[in-house]
């Protein structure tokens, strides 16, 4: 089945010690998106590719870059994670068109 | 900068009541998506609104877009434990979605 995955599920990493977090996908969508989702709260949109076009949020730290070597991967990079950083990041793409997104199941990051 | 914003945040409901949540944005919007996002899950895509005063209907499931294109409803018959989750509205302008606060949705059997 087409489908979002991100690699790994859990992810436990020491505070200021450099994470990736990677997302898959199947699907061959052009979008692909990187969410923040801290607890009891909504999905927060980091940044997002159109095709190889990098977007950034105005109010993304920059401690997060993102990366898409091709049109199936997507990676998200923590530079120096702070206890504030802890959440659920998830992956999520979508067609040009504007489609329902497919999200991944995520990734639940811990900093100790 | 666009903000979606959804009442109530909390609603425990009996099984077989109904259910609303609504959903306003500061912004008018070119289209409206709705998600479902189940306790320790990611959100999972539920249907999408793009017309002035569009409803669509899924089983027990009734979207609602408004006519202004600001704000949009779901309203669930007959609550069952397995509607149990947060409903996220999502509004955009291009192909970027801001997410709603969410209304977490508790069903009591």
């Known amino acids: 089945d087409a489908m979002v995955i991100q690699n790994p599920r859990y992810q436990v990493t020491q505070f200021g010690k450099p994470v990736t977090l990677s997302c898959s996908q199947t699907?061959?969508?052009?979008?692909m998106y990187w969410y923040q989702q801290k607890s009891s709260q909504a999905p927060k949109l980091l940044f997002h590719?159109?095709?190889?076009?990098?977007?950034n949020e105005a109010d993304t730290p920059d401690n997060f870059q993102s990366r898409r070597p091709n049109t199936s991967f997507c990676f998200l990079d923590i530079r120096s994670p702070g206890l504030g950083d802890a959440a659920m990041y998830l992956c999520?793409?979508?067609?040009?068109?504007?489609?329902?997104?497919?999200f991944g199941s995520g990734t639940r990051l811990t900093v100790v | 900068g666009q903000q979606v914003m959804q009442i109530p945040q909390y609603q425990h409901v009996q099984e077989g009541e109904d259910f609303t949540t609504y959903c306003n944005s500061s912004?008018?919007?070119?289209?409206i998506q709705w998600y479902k996002q189940r306790p320790g899950g990611h959100p999972v895509f539920l249907i999408q609104?793009?017309?002035?005063?569009e409803v669509k209907k899924q089983k027990r499931l009734t979207f609602q877009f408004g006519e202004a294109k600001k704000n949009s409803s779901l309203h669930i018959t007959a609550t069952q434990t397995t509607d149990v989750g947060t409903y996220f509205c999502?509004?955009?302008?291009?192909?970027?979605?801001?997410f709603g606060t969410g209304t977490r949705l508790k069903v009591l059997a």
């Open positions: 609104l793009v017309k002035s005063g």
């Open positions: 999520a793409t979508s067609t040009r068109r504007g489609e329902g997104y497919t």
């Open positions: 590719y159109y095709d190889k076009d990098f977007n």
């Open positions: 999502a509004g955009s302008g291009t192909y970027k979605y801001i």
């Open positions: 912004t008018t919007l070119s289209n």
């Open positions: 699907l061959n969508h052009n979008v």
